[in-house]
Structures are given as structure tokens and as C-alpha cells.
């Protein structure tokens, strides 16, 4: 079903007084008004993935530009901040800067772009106001690392012992190969070996 034909009931009411809700009532809906939002956001709560993402109630700053088009509202513009996560080779930190470009349109309830089949796809103002948390989370989503690493050199763990490589450049391990382990076990030590044996043969 159509977005713009759901029940008023299924739909929840915006809070305009919420730091992703932006109010649109300024530009009006005369194409090509414009108004400039700037703003610092505590993140919103799994903003990101599960190796990676941007910790809950850390400062995103928008920089945005709503544009009044003759479907909607057109946001663009970029969001900041810092994501945090686990490297997947060493396991250790990885903390970065994250800069994610935004560019969604709004549509006015009832009216969709000429070409547009699937109407589910979008996304509609409501009462003149835009939950803008949706779109931010799928553009941060899609910027982060898929397989995040502390640095791109990382040598990961040891596989025996599971130690960090890069603490130590020099870490190894002896090794012994396995077509000679089997005769580590009959090779004679000192004091045991055959020729003590036949030296007790000939004292007897």
C-alpha cells in the first residue's frame, strides 16, 4: 500500500522539539526557497553496525540545505562525527573521523515525482516537519567499513599463541618439522643412551 494512503493511525506523530526533526514551515513551498540548517546532535542510539558505528549520544554535526522543489523538500548536505569499533584482524581499537554526504527528498503527502513507480521508497513530510534520522542512519551505515582495521598494515594475531604482532615485530614461535617430532622421542639423552647400555653389557 501506498505510503500516503496508510491510516492516519499507523503513522507516528513527529516531535518537533527532537534534534533530527526539521521544520520546514520557513521555506513555505515555493520552489526554489531555501533555508540553511546547522546544528550539533547527540547520535542517536545503533548508529552503525555491530563491528562499527558511531557511539550513542556523541556530538554529529549537520550541515544542511533544505530546498523547496515542486514534490517537496530536498535535504542536502553533510554530517561529522567520530565512529568507534574493534579491529577485525588485531582486535584492537579503531577510532575515526567520519564525514557522510546527505541528499534525500521529501515528498508533500500525495504527491510523488513524475516517474516514480514505488511510492513506498519514499519519503513524506509530515505536518511540514522531516524525520531526518532514517536517511542519516542509511548514509552512515553505508559509509562505514565493512571490515574495519586499526591501521591498514595490521598484522593481526599470532595464530598459536594469539598475541598482538604489532606489540612486537619480532614475535615467533620455534617450530619443529613434523616428519622429525616422531623422533624426538627415541633419540638417546645423556646417560640413557644405547652405548651406556652395551658399556654395562661389557662391564657385566
Known sequence: MPRSSQSQEHIIRLDPRSPTVLDTREIGRRPGTMRRVQRTIAAPVD?????????????????LRLEAVMEGVLVSGTARGRATGECVRCLGDVDQEIEVDLQELYVYPGRSPEGSDDEDEL???????????PALRDAVVLALPFQPVCREDCPGLCSECGARLADDPDHHHESVDPRWAALQGIVPTPGTGSDDVHDDQKES
Open 123 to 133: 519519503r513524506e513530510l509530515q505536518d511540514d516537519l522531516i524525520d531526518l534520522e
Open 47 to 63: 548508529l552503525g553496525t555491530d563491528v562499527i558505528g558511531v557511539p550513542e549520544g556523541t556530538d554529529l554535526e549537520l550541515d
